[in-house]
């Protein structure tokens, strides 16, 4: 049998320990909350479900041996509890009254508007390993090596081999993308993008985040689903009852506007692959997010041995809460293929609550105008929101100028 576990806002809860006392065996559930038992005898049984911040709930079942019974389960929230490590921290550290308060707020700024169109700017890159690329130049000087010390090496030839070798060890240094596009977006979840623009130098496949639609990562969500990137939903640091999950400590206030801002520490309670390290910036009197800078745990991460992602955000006339940059910093774990990469999103030109005709948001999350393709470097200069690196410019002048393989 098995079934889901659901907290009372109905999401659901990992981690709940599952314990079955005529057995003394069990289980935990997963991400979402979800559980199965084994039983081989029908009979009755009786199942214990605990979790930290939670009621114990205990049940009885009778099993007949139908493998396919459910059995969904509706925790309560420790009260006495949860009050103990919020008095506890009140008296540690002010930042739990300000989250206390982000949390109050938040309904308000997770649905500001039904509707908006914006200009998306995107630049993705993965950098070859420090210690791949000394690998590489390695190979590239024995090559020279070879050419410099063969009698029978045409003078004009070893030269060109020599440059030809000079050329790959940038044009191999890293893979890259920029595009640019116009972001549509319909509550709750429907998305269309437009590409106006689009460039891709080397091997894109791997790169973070080059659709807007790839991962949402919204900190007002109780639990953020992140499939691509983390095994198991990810708690967030503004949950209803986040501080059982993690530890708050201000660390700096500055004004912003003759406003406070204050800049949180979140740290994880206990070591786990579902909860976010580093700092959130919360504004007061707002109590809306301003900034975050939050790191996984590589244990969660699926492909990736570490990732960080930074937003920031502003109010627009009407003092909505926009997001207008995100960036994210990853490595790889390992293998053949061993990198750092870094993906930078920035936001602008909000139309708020704009009408789409029916249809408008098909399959088609993401569409390429038949120019985006031919875009010239003039092109980019002037929509770039951020000048590219010296590396950068390398790169893609040694792949542009010498017409290598996209």
Known sequence: MGGYIFDETNAGVPFVNVYVKNLGMG???????????RFTDPGV????????????????????GNEDQSKNIWLKTDQNELDEIIVNSKRRDP???????????????????????????????????????????KEAENTIKEIETSLEEDVFDAEKKKNDAAINKIASSMNMAEIQMKRHFQYPNQIKEIREGYKKLGNTYGLFFTHTSESEFNFYDN???LPTLNELPVVSPLHFTSVLTYKFKLEETTFVNERMLFKIKVTPRKSG???????????????????????????GLLIYNDFNVKQEYEFNKDSILLLTRQEFDYSSKGGKSVFTGNTIAKYKNYEINPEFEKRFFKNEVAVTTQDAYDKDTSYWS???PEPLSIEEQNFQRVRQYFHLPK
């Open 273 to 299: 692959n579902a909860s976010w390290e580093g700092y959130i910036w919360i504004l007061d009197k707002s109590y809306s997010i301003m900034q975050v800078d939050l790191s996984l745990d590589k244990g």
């Open 223 to 225: 639990l953020m689903s």
């Open 382 to 384: 002037q929509i770039r």
């Open 45 to 64: 049984y009786e199942i214990v479900f605990s979790s930290v911040g939670y009621e114990n709930q205990e049940i009885k079942v009778i099993f007949k």
């Open 95 to 137: 930042a739990y009254e300000i989250i206390a308060n982000a949390i109050d707020h938040k309904n308000k700024w997770l649905k500001q508007f039904e509707s908006s169109t914006c200009d998306v700017y995107i630049k993705a890159k993965e950098v070859i390993s420090e210690k791949e690329q000394k690998r590489r130049e």
């Open 27 to 37: 289980t935990i559930t997963d991400g979402e909350g979800k559980y199965f038992l």
